[in-house]
């Protein structure tokens, strides 16, 4: 929880400084900042002109601000500095960085506030209680047997509310038409964005791509952290994976790698606020101009993750196994990783051209898995997966608007492209007994 904390400290504060510290009125009028640092202090050198008057709460706060920036002074360092002052008894001293802001900036946006819950490791339901499951179906009602994952929601609303009362550049020109660029220099230019802007006919919108990633804490220990996070894709590219524009959907601690139906129930809280979303709100949006209320339509439109990751929220086999393609149907081969060698790894071939080629992933393919996995039933997960193509467990962003379950799932440079380069023996080995293929890892 505290590592949470300071990961909002840490956001709030740097927001906070982006959009404010260039507009602060600065009490002591037109002081520079380099000549009052640069140069040692005389023995008989004031700041004012009557050496007798005593700093104001404000002077202290707008000084600390100062010495903040110019030196890149943590939060807590501030928070040391003010006790610190409050101890050699200096009058009208802040008592900490919070109290600073609320001086100067009576108006400061708060953080952004959060729900702990924790998710039962057997029926994967939410519970505001650590120490036993909310349904009184599950063998866990009357406590927890083993650790539940501990869940820090935070709401998207409020966090898009403050991105957008303080981005100077959202690029809404490329919604007013439909684009018929052959090139695609950014989102905006994809098919599937395009279809968006003929869907919602004019309308302005805002889409999200989500990414989901995983942390192990330390080596000797088993303890990680699950990261959901979001960025604007109208901000411009320069701008958009900055800090103060990364939206956190929440935090899951888990002392293991969470389960597919562990990873829906985190994601499922994060969904239902976008439904809402997807109906529209009304945003102050500052880069259109100072008093401009407009009504915005949220979509989530994509996500990338890297392949262990991804295969968690899209609801198929792991990676390495079969079936473990997200982009298609392929179910790959395990081939030794030498001749003569016992070891084997699972490797993709490509289909040549006059050959039937896999067919891809999408909602509508889906659809049709989901269909079989409600009404059939299967032995174990082995036919499970082989029988629905690697299909393990429904994929609950099916429910949003213009996410597709096959296509929004988008390929990450790391496993698809470096992972190879730093591997140059298993790349080798591989070629060896196929000459083109694709290898899921």
Known sequence: ENGSQDVLNAYDEQMW????VENIIDPWGNVEIEPIFQYPVMEKEFLFADSSQTPTQKEIAAALVLLKIRHRISTKGINDLCKLLKLMKMPNCPINFYRVKRLLLPNASASPSSLTTYICPVCCKASTSSHRCSDVKCTQHKGFRTSPLSYLRFPILQQLREILAHTHVLNFEQQKSVSNIDTMNDIYDAEAYQRIIKEEAGKNFLTLLMNVDGIQVAKSSNLSLWVFTFVINEIKRSERFTLKNVIVGGIASTISKPSRHQMQALLSPIVKELLVLEQGETFKVKCLNENSNVHLKIFLIASCCDKPAQSLVQGISEPIGAFGCGRCELEGKTVA???NSKKKIRVFPLVP?????PRLRTSKTYDIFMNKFVKECFRNDTQLRDRLHGHISPCILRDLTYFDVGTSFLSDSLHNIYHGVVKP??????????PLILIAV
Do not use: F, G
């Open 17 to 20: 400084l982006d959009e404010r």
């Open 337 to 339: 990783i030498k001749p």
């Open 353 to 357: 051209d006059h050959q039937e080629q």
């Open 425 to 434: 023996q298993r790349i080798y080995a591989i070629v060896n007994c196929y």
